[in-house]
């Protein structure tokens, strides 16, 4: 991709809805196109600079997931070129970052798996000894492994919100518990999989989010993305070690800017609007998403 692109506008599609990253466009009744923008967000907030390149990495590394683990779980694509949704004065500003995809209903549940002690968790690790409800045994450290992946549901936020960590007794009362457990059951299921693979590559998936839908036939989907560095901690295997934050392919390099960032001369409150991304954090943050895609496929 020569040029980023912040936001799209689609003309050829009518638009239905906007995400932190994602603009998704109605192709029919039963379709969507899933077009990955450069936006990149932390702290919930949508930074005001594209990252190049970014929406074309997701999407590559999205579709690279969809493959290897479609044996595991059905997903949402159509198998058909997002090209052929829109017209052809349009096809180049899909190309390459789109995926056209089932259009089904959404289930409003984030379907966490943690494999390794970090972020939030390791913060409420600390505190009381859990994450998410979640018991865990004594003398965990930073970055430690958990004994067995452990799935901590949140409830879906609107763009700008923060999801909501909830048990997985909320989830059996939104949703009821056949497909409260089979989401938690496939969810550890993908996660293990995907992990033991990214091993083999040197990478360390320390947790995961996956989105699931229904097909209009009751089937349960595995939408949205999946397992890229925008919903996924991944960590270089070389520079890991328990007790300290890892290295790692996310967006964790960006945040970690942002927490000493100012805005008008006063520390950012992480509210929109953003500060101004300087070039090197750009640049850093595009060389991580590149990085961790040519590792996992190559």
């Not at 969507?32 to 930074?47: E, K, P, T």
């Not at 779980?73 to 190309?95: D, K, M, R």
Request: glycine share 8%; proline share 7%; charged share 20%.
């Amino acid at each position: 991709m020569t040029t980023a692109l912040h936001t799209s506008a689609l003309t050829s599609l009518p638009l239905l809805a906007r995400g932190k990253v994602r603009d998704n466009y109605a192709v029919g009744d039963d379709r969507i196109l899933m077009l990955a923008s450069d936006r990149i967000s932390a702290f919930d907030v949508i930074m005001g600079e594209p990252i190049p390149g970014k929406g074309a990495l997701l999407t590559q590394m999205a579709l690279f997931w969809f493959d290897k683990l479609g044996h595991i779980c059905p997903n949402h694509l159509t198998g058909q070129a997002p090209e052929s949704a829109v017209s052809a004065a349009e096809a180049p500003l899909v190309q390459g970052r789109a995926m056209l995809v089932k259009r089904l209903k959404p289930i409003p549940v984030e379907a966490v798996v943690r494999g390794y002690l970090a972020g939030s968790g390791w913060a409420e690790y600390q505190h009381n000894q859990q994450v998410c409800g979640v018991p865990l045994p004594a003398g965990l450290k930073n970055a430690s492994k958990l004994p067995e992946p452990i799935y901590t549901p949140a409830a879906k936020a609107e763009v700008g919100e923060h999801d909501e960590n909830i048990t997985f007794e909320r989830t059996v009362e939104m949703i009821g518990l056949d497909l409260a457990t089979r989401i938690r059951d496939l969810s550890i299921a993908i996660y293990k999989a995907a992990a033991e693979f990214a091993l083999t590559k040197g990478i360390i998936i320390a947790d995961t989010k996956f989105e699931f839908g229904l097909a209009p036939d009751g089937t349960l989907v595995l939408m949205d993305e999946v397992l890229t560095p925008d919903s996924s901690r991944y960590w270089p295997m070389e520079g890991y070690a328990e007790g300290k934050n890892p290295p790692s392919y996310d967006k964790q390099f960006l945040r970690d800017w942002l927490e000493t960032a100012t805005l008008n001369g006063q520390p950012w409150g992480k509210t929109a609007p953003a500060p101004a991304l300087p070039a090197e954090v750009i640049a850093k943050t595009t060389a991580k998403y590149q990085e961790a895609l040519t590792r996992l496929t190559s």
